[in-house]
């Protein structure tokens, strides 16, 4: 993105004043733009399936202000073709608090993902590929984890063997990467972004990225039950089910899929076994109050 006039062409924000490149989302390029009436995230999709249901999910979410708004360009239309690429433009959430200084109310965030799960059952989404599914990532490391000197790491191939007997059903319309890098914190809400892998899955996926997420490692089996109880109360205030055998389930899978990425991305370096270690001892965290 370098010329910017052809979103004013297309969108009633006025003049561009200045443009600033956001950090890369999993799903999308994104530029922050500030025009004469305020400030916008231009985003770069990947294909019009991707912008279709974004534009059904935020008009929704923004609706009950659990997104931000997505703005329809002139005409109605809710994404841009310029240049063969495909764009949609939303309001910028300011004064959003940093990741690492943010207080997590449980609660509320509970309500919140409950409330996303409610107001979108709903919703049409054409299912789409995962990114990350567990067969295809097991099928490209499986002869590193197999072959490593570190019992450790051999111990991934059992892991992946019970996740892939979990019963994953497809009854709900998820998120798909709702760590908390797609959370946006302020004073006064939560808001869910960048919804690039939305699909049909297991809700409880979209309560294990989250809780896993937010949580300190170091995080004692008290402090878990806390946590995991406030969560609880705030989910299952939208009549949402919630199932601790199925969240277990689901913190297994996104755990595992996790660290199978990693070492398909980066391979087993002298940092992966340590990592490893520290993400199977949440694990065990989790399974203490969750079975």
């Avoid at 910017?4 to 999993?26: C, M, N, P, T």
């Avoid at 409950?114 to 054409?126: A, E, G, R, V, W």
Wanted: charged share 20%; hydrophobic share 40%.
């Amino acid at each position: 993105m370098t010329d910017l006039d052809f979103v004013a062409d297309h969108y009633d924000i006025g003049k561009i004043l200045s443009r600033k490149a956001l950090q890369k989302g999993s799903s999308s390029n994104a530029m922050l733009i500030h025009a004469t009436t305020g400030k916008y995230v231009l985003r770069e999709l990947r294909n019009e399936q991707q912008a279709l249901s974004e534009h059904e999910l935020y008009k929704v979410l923004a609706s009950v202000r659990i997104s931000p708004n997505m703005l329809q360009a002139r005409g109605g239309l809710p994404y841009i073709l310029y240049n063969h690429k495909i764009y949609n433009l939303q309001t910028y959430i300011d004064h959003t608090i940093p990741h690492d200084q943010v207080r997590v109310d449980f609660v509320r965030l509970g309500k919140v993902l409950s409330n996303f799960h409610q107001f979108t059952k709903h919703l049409d989404i054409p299912q789409q590929g995962d990114r990350f599914a567990l067969p295809q990532l097991w099928s490209e490391v499986s002869a590193k984890v197999n072959n490593s000197l570190s019992e450790e790491i051999r111990a991934l191939a059992g892991h992946t063997e019970r996740c892939m007997e979990y019963n994953m059903e497809y009854s709900a319309v998820i998120h798909g990467d709702l760590g908390i890098w797609n959370l946006l914190f302020t004073e006064e809400a939560v808001q869910i972004i960048d919804m690039g892998e939305v699909r049909r899955g297991n809700h409880h996926f979209d309560l294990a990225a989250v809780l896993t997420s937010t949580i300190r490692p170091s995080v004692t089996v008290r402090e878990l039950e806390t946590i995991v109880a406030d969560f609880e109360r705030g989910y299952v205030q939208g009549d949402a089910v919630f199932n601790r055998g199925e969240l277990f389930q689901q913190i297994h899978v996104w755990m595992l899929r996790g660290l199978l990425a990693v070492i398909r991305e980066r391979g087993i370096v002298p940092q992966t076994i340590p990592y490893v270690r520290r993400n199977l001892e949440v694990l065990q965290t989790f399974n203490a109050i969750l079975n």
